[in-house]
């Protein structure tokens, strides 16, 4: 007998870093864009700065969404994990977008948690970790996140598509929920969400099918979705009962008019 799913707390619509394409992804300016287009909840990517920070970053280096390589100089690492958040949080990570961002700081956890507590905002916390780092990532987020959102209604949702990074966060918090992220189905991948007690399964669009979405359902776990950039994906999804839609295009889908998951 499958298991009964349990009450879902999120939106079905989920703004993919922020607004990753309209604003530059990851900062908080991706966010205020993302919420004047009705969008409730945002992804975001978290790693660690050299002390041990979280903040917000998705490549291992900080070379194609910052201007670290001018302001680092020459021959230093641009890899975010190696360098402290005091040295992190000078950079420009703005300017690569477009001029009218010019001087957008990276946003730290932190940040996040009071913008997104200040205005009953929910979260995705991607946990990805810089190499080596990925038991130690997951743990920190982990305890950061409980601490940035005690007493909150709804707690972030912690993914990532590192199994070990989730195990840390599960030890470390378990009463946070988590979700694996899968860009394929391998060996396993069900028993592993399981034994992570995951309350989701986060796929690629083209992974989902009424297959996978009844191996998910029976096993008690909700069903999300990225990057969902077209209305005709949307709608493929929708149809087959996907709980949650991870999009770029927050230009293209208003939230406000779509039916919530149940």
């Known amino acids: 007998m499958p298991h009964p799913v349990k009450p879902w707390p999120y939106p079905r619509w989920i703004a993919h870093r922020g607004a990753g394409q309209l604003a530059p992804e990851n900062t908080l300016a991706a966010f205020r864009v993302g919420a004047s287009h009705g969008y409730r909840m945002f992804e975001c990517d978290v790693k660690l700065s050299l002390d041990g920070v979280p903040f917000l970053l998705h490549d291992d280096t900080l ?13 230093l690492s641009t890899v975010g994990g190696d360098h402290p958040w005091a040295t992190l949080s000078q950079l420009d990570a703005g300017s690569w977008h477009s001029r009218a961002f010019a001087g957008e700081p990276l946003a ?19 946990i990805k970790p810089t190499p080596g780092l990925e038991r130690q990532t997951g743990q920190v987020v982990a305890e950061h996140a409980a601490r940035l959102w005690a007493d909150a209604g709804v707690p972030p949702l912690l993914s990532s598509f590192d199994v070990p990074a989730l195990e840390a966060a599960q030890g470390a918090q378990p009463q946070l929920p988590r979700a694996l ?19 989701a399964i986060v796929c690629d669009q083209l992974l989902w099918d009424p297959s996978t979405v009844a191996q ?7 069903t999300l979705s990225y990057t969902v950039n077209e209305p005709a994906q949307a709608q493929r999804l929708i149809d087959l009962g996907i709980d949650g839609l991870i999009t770029d295009r927050i230009d293209c889908f208003a939230p406000a008019r779509q039916p919530p998951a149940n």
């Open 63 to 75: 070379v194609r969404t910052s201007n670290a390589q001018e302001q680092l100089g020459a021959g």
């Open 108 to 126: 730290s956890l932190a940040a996040v948690a009071r913008f997104c507590r200040a205005n009953a905002y929910f979260v995705n916390l991607e």
């Open 181 to 199: 992220l899968l860009d394929a189905l391998w060996s396993g991948w069900l028993e592993a969400a399981r034994s992570l007690d995951c309350v």
């Open 216 to 222: 998910a359902r029976g096993a008690a776990m909700r």
